[in-house]
C-alpha cells in the first residue's frame, strides 16, 4: 500500500507490477492537509527491502488488499489493527483501484469506520455491498459504455461477433444482462468464452491449459469482432494465451479486439519481449482524459535518487531497465547495476508510457475531489484541526460521513479546465474516447483518439468517430473488416433464415416478382407503386411507360390499313350495285336489304378504328355500341335475305299464303325488330354502367394499359351473347335453306358466310380472354375486320364477279333459262 500526504500525493499511471508511479503535485488547497491513500491494486502490501519477491500472479489475488486496508487503521510500522498511537496517519479518504475485487475488499473494512472510499474502476463490476458503503466512482456510468459498445458494433456493422471475458461475477452480469441488449440490434453472438482468472501460482498450468483450448475455439471462429469484457489484467491473460498458441504452433487469426474503458495494457516481466501485433487495428473505449500541464516534466526529473522515501520505485526501476541496484553492505560492484539515471522516455510504451491514460486521468481527478469536498466541509473546526494537523484521532465518524456527502455532490474545474461532477448514483459524469491502437516492431504502440462518446451532447451528436484515422491490420488489406455470419444479400435480394442458425446467418432469394429491394441485407422486399415496375436486379422501380394501340406502332397502322382497305372494297361494291341497280342480279332477293347490309359493313370496318389511338371517354361510349348495333343490323338484314327467299319458295305452292308475306315490309320489319332489340341493350347500358376510360396497372409487369372498361360486364355480354344469337340463328337457317332452288344461290353463300362469321366470333371468345393490354384490342378489331370481310367476300363477291366480269349472265333471259 502506498500512503502518502495529500500535498504529495497523485498518481501519473495505474501499471500493475512495474508500472505504477505517484505524482507530487503540492497540492494544497485552502490549508488543508489531508491524508489520501492510493491503493495500487497489485501491490497492496508492504514488502520487506530484503524480502524476496512474490510471484507476479500471486499479487493479482484481491485477498493481499485485506492486509494493506488494516495497516490503514494501525500504528505505522506497527501491525496492530484498530490502534493508531500517532495522529499523522490517520486517512480520511482512500482512493480504491480499478479491480472490482480489490474495491469490494477494502471497502468491507473502510465501511465500519466511514472512510469514504472512491474507485476508477466501473462500479457495476463490483459486488452491491459496495454500493451501500458510501462509494464514489471516477468511471462514468456502467450502462452508458455497453450503449458505446452498441453504437460502434452497429457503426462498423459489425453483426456477428465474439465475447471473451474473465471469469468471475461480472462476466456473468455481463453475460445475462448485457449480450442480450445486442439482438434487437442485428447483433449475434457466435461464442462466449469465459477466461478462467489465475488467482495463484498453483491455478497457472490448468488455467493456461483451459485458456488454451479457448484460444484455439476463439481462432477458428468466423467472427473477425471480439468484444473484451473483464478489467485491466485481461489484456495481459490475453496476450498470454496468444503467445503460448503461437508458442504451439496453433494458427493465430487477425481479430478486432473491442475493449471495455476497465481493460488497460497490462504486462508482467517476462511479456516485455513478445510481439504485440495482435493488437494492431484493436477498438477500445477509454476514460476521457486530457494532458496534466507540468506531468511530462515531472516524468523526466522522477528517478529514485529524488524520492528515496518512495521504496516502490526501486522495484520498479530494477523490473523497467533490467538492472539491479547495488547493495551498500557489499564491496562488490553488481554487474548490471542501475545508476539511477537511466530515462522513462527511453523505455518502450509496453513497458512504461509517458502520456497520461484514462485511468491516470481518473486517480489525479479523484484527488482533486476530495480536497474540493474537504474545502466544502461546513465545520469550522474540523477544518482547524485539519490545518493545524493536532488532534486527528478525534475525528468522529459522522464527520467522515459529511465528506462522502460533499464528495458526492463536489463540482469543479481541474487544471484542464474540464469540470469534474458525480450524478445521483455517485458516477462521475464524463464521456468515452475511442481509441484505435497502432503497433509497431520495436515492442511500442501508440493510443490513436479516433473518436468520443459523449452523454452530454444531443442524440445526433452523441456518438462521432473520424473513420479515416483509424489504421486496420494488414490481413484485411488495411480497410475495414467485416465480421458477419453472411456477407450480405446484395440489393434485389432478400434473407432467408437457416434453419438452426442465430438470426444473423441467412440464405439470399431473389425478390418476388413486382417487388425490389434497393438496400443490402434487407429482411424483405418492397412492392412497387402501381405505376412502377422493378428493373432487372429488382433493385430500382422504373416508372411504367403508357400503353395502348396507337397508330404509330405497326400493328396498330396494319390494322388501320386493313380496315381502310376493306372500306373501300365495301365503298367499291356499293358503287357497283348503285351503278347496275336495274340489273337482275342487284334487284334479286331484296335490293333494299342488300343496300343496308353493304352500309353495316362500311360502318363496322369505320367502328374499328375507334378501337384504334388512346381511349376517352367518348370513344370508349362508342366503341361497343356501335359495333354491337351495326353487327346487329348486319346479321338481321342476312337473317332477313334468307326468310325472303324461304318464304318465296313456299309462296310457290297452290293456294298458299305465304305470298302475302312476301315483300319489303317483312324483310324492314325482321331488320327493325332485331336491330332494336340490341339498341335497346346498348341504351339500358349506356343508361346504368356506361365504358369508360381506365388504366390496368397489373395486366402488365411494365406497361399501364390504357383501356376503356367495361362497366357492366353483364350488359357487355349480352351484346355479345344477343349477336351471336343472331347469328347463330342465320346459319341454322340459311343451312337449312342452302339446297332451294335460286338463281344465284344466294343462300349458299350466305351459309358459307355464317359459318365463316360464327366461326370467327368462336375463336375470338377464348383469344380474347387470353391476351391482354392492347393485344385484346387487336384480337378484337381483327375479328371484326375478319367477320366482316367474311361477309363481303362471300355474299357480294360472286354477284360482283357476274356484273363486271359475267354481264351476260345478268340478264333476265339467262334467269328465265336457268329456272326451267
Not at 494492431?280 to 524520492?307: C, D, E
Not at 562488490?332 to 497520461?356: I, Q, R
Not at 493510443?447 to 473513420?467: W, Y
Amino acid at each position: 500500500m502506498c500512503h502518502i500526504p495529500l500535498v504529495n500525493c497523485l498518481v501519473a499511471k495505474p501499471l500493475p507490477l512495474f508500472h505504477k508511479y505517484y505524482w507530487p503535485g503540492d497540492l494544497i488547497i485552502g490549508g488543508i492537509i489531508s491524508h489520501i491513500y492510493i491503493s495500487s491494486d497489485v501491490m497492496t502490501f508492504k514488502r520487506h527491502p530484503h524480502q524476496e519477491p512474490i510471484d507476479d500472479l500471486i499479487l493479482f489475488s484481491a485477498t493481499w488488499t485485506y492486509l494493506a486496508s488494516l495497516e490503514l487503521l494501525s500504528t505505522r510500522d506497527n501491525f496492530i489493527p484498530n490502534y493508531k498511537c500517532d495522529a499523522q496517519n490517520i486517512p480520511v479518504a482512500v482512493i480504491g483501484g480499478p479491480h472490482s475485487d480489490v474495491s469490494l475488499t477494502i471497502s468491507t473494512i473502510l465501511c465500519s469506520y466511514k472512510i469514504p472510499l472512491i474507485v476508477y474502476g466501473n462500479p457495476s463490476m463490483a459486488n452491491t455491498h459496495i454500493q451501500r458503503s458510501g462509494f464514489h466512482s471516477m468511471f462514468t456510468n456502467g450502462d452508458f459504455q455497453y450503449k458505446a459498445i452498441l453504437l460502434l458494433l452497429r457503426y462498423f456493422r459489425w453483426t456477428w461477433i465474439g465475447v471473451i471475458s474473465l471469469e468471475d461475477e461480472s462476466a456473468e452480469r455481463f453475460v445475462k444482462d448485457v449480450v442480450p441488449m445486442f439482438s434487437p440490434s442485428g447483433i449475434c453472438v457466435e461464442f462466449i468464452s469465459i477466461f478462467p482468472r489465475i488467482r495463484f501460482t498453483s491455478d497457472f498450468t490448468d488455467g493456461m491449459a483451459e485458456g488454451a483450448e479457448i484460444s484455439i475455439a476463439v481462432m477458428r471462429s468466423t467472427a473477425n469482432a471480439v468484444v473484451l469484457h473483464g478489467e485491466f489484467e485481461t489484456l495481459m491473460i490475453l496476450r498470454m494465451l496468444i503467445h503460448f498458441s503461437e508458442f504451439a504452433d496453433i494458427s493465430v487469426k487477425t481479430k478486432i479486439w473491442i475493449m471495455m474503458a476497465e481493460i488497460d495494457f497490462t504486462s508482467v516481466y517476462f511479456q516485455r519481449t513478445w510481439d504485440l501485433d495482435f493488437l494492431q487495428g484493436a477498438i477500445s473505449l477509454a476514460i476521457h482524459s486530457k494532458q496534466p500541464q507540468g506531468f511530462q516534466r515531472f516524468l523526466q526529473r522522477r528517478n529514485p535518487a529524488s524520492h528515496k522515501e518512495d521504496g516502490f520505485i526501486r522495484d520498479f526501476w530494477q523490473q523497467a531497465f533490467n538492472c539491479l541496484f547495488s547493495n551498500s553492505e557489499e564491496d562488490d560492484t553488481v554487474e548490471g547495476a542501475c545508476t539511477g539515471e537511466e530515462k522513462l522516455e527511453d523505455l518502450p510504451v509496453s513497458v512504461f508510457e509517458m502520456s497520461m491514460t484514462g485511468h491516470s486521468y481518473s486517480v489525479y481527478n479523484a484527488v482533486y475531489a476530495v480536497a474540493h469536498a474537504l474545502q466544502t466541509i461546513p465545520f469550522s473546526t474540523f477544518k482547524h484541526r485539519t490545518m493545524m494537523g493536532r488532534q486527528k484521532h478525534k475525528f468522529a465518524g459522522h464527520e467522515l460521513y459529511q465528506l462522502q456527502h460533499f464528495l458526492k455532490w463536489v463540482s469543479f474545474n481541474n487544471s484542464c479546465g474540464e469540470e469534474i461532477a458525480f450524478d445521483h448514483t455517485g458516477q462521475l459524469v464524463a464521456g468515452l474516447d475511442i481509441i484505435n491502437w497502432v503497433t509497431f516492431a520495436n515492442q511500442s504502440f501508440l493510443r490513436i483518439k479516433v473518436g468520443k462518446v459523449d452523454p452530454k451532447a444531443s442524440p445526433d451528436k452523441m456518438f462521432t468517430i473520424d473513420e479515416d484515422a483509424i489504421v486496420w491490420p494488414s490481413r484485411f488489406n488495411k480497410t475495414q473488416p467485416l465480421s458477419v455470419c453472411n456477407y450480405g444479400c446484395r440489393s434485389g435480394y432478400r434473407k432467408t433464415k437457416k434453419e438452426g442458425k442465430p438470426f444473423c446467418c441467412y440464405d439470399c432469394f431473389p425478390c418476388p416478382k413486382g417487388k425490389i429491394s434497393n438496400q443490402e441485407d434487407m429482411d424483405d422486399c418492397s412492392q412497387c407503386p402501381e405505376d412502377h415496375y422493378p428493373n432487372k436486379d429488382r433493385d430500382l422501380c422504373i416508372p411504367k411507360y403508357i400503353s395502348f394501340l396507337s397508330y404509330d406502332e405497326p400493328l396498330g397502322m396494319t390494322l388501320a390499313i386493313m380496315a381502310l382497305f376493306f372500306f373501300c372494297i365495301t365503298t367499291l361494291v356499293l358503287g357497283i350495285f348503285l351503278k347496275h341497280r336495274d340489273t337482275p342480279v342487284v334487284k334479286a332477293n331484296n335490293q333494299n336489304l342488300t343496300y343496308t347490309l353493304l352500309v353495316s359493313l362500311l360502318l363496322s370496318f369505320l367502328g374499328a378504328c375507334l378501337f384504334i389511338g388512346q381511349p376517352n371517354k367518348v370513344m370508349c361510349l362508342l366503341r361497343q355500341t356501335i359495333f354491337g348495333i351495326v353487327f346487329s343490323v348486319a346479321v338481321s338484314c342476312i337473317l332477313a335475305k334468307t326468310m325472303i327467299v324461304i318464304l318465296a319458295f313456299m309462296a310457290t305452292h297452290p293456294g298458299s299464303r305465304m305470298r302475302n308475306w312476301v315483300g319489303k315490309r317483312l324483310a324492314s320489319s325482321i331488320v327493325f325488330s332485331c336491330s332494336f332489340i340490341q339498341t335497346t341493350i346498348c341504351a339500358v347500358w349506356l343508361a346504368t354502367s356506361p365504358p369508360f376510360p381506365d388504366f390496368d396497372m397489373h395486366s402488365q409487369s411494365k406497361e399501364i394499359i390504357v383501356k376503356c372498361n367495361e362497366g357492366s360486364v353483364t350488359m357487355f355480354y349480352s351484346v355479345l351473347g344477343y349477336m351471336g344469337f343472331l347469328a347463330i340463328v342465320s346459319f341454322v337457317v340459311a343451312f337449312l335453306a342452302r339446297k332451294l332452288p335460286d338463281s344465284f344461290n344466294e343462300v349458299k353463300f350466305i351459309t358459307f358466310s355464317m359459318l365463316l362469321f360464327c366461326s370467327v366470333w368462336l375463336s375470338f371468345i377464348p383469344t380474347y380472354f387470353s391476351t391482354k393490354g392492347k393485344d385484346m384490342v387487336a384480337v378484337e378489331i381483327f375479328s371484326i375486320l375478319a367477320s366482316s370481310g367474311g361477309l363481303l367476300g362471300c355474299i357480294f363477291f360472286p354477284k360482283c364477279y357476274i356484273i363486271v366480269l359475267r354481264p351476260e349472265l345478268n340478264k333476265k333471259g339467262q334467269l328465265i333459262r336457268r329456272k326451267s
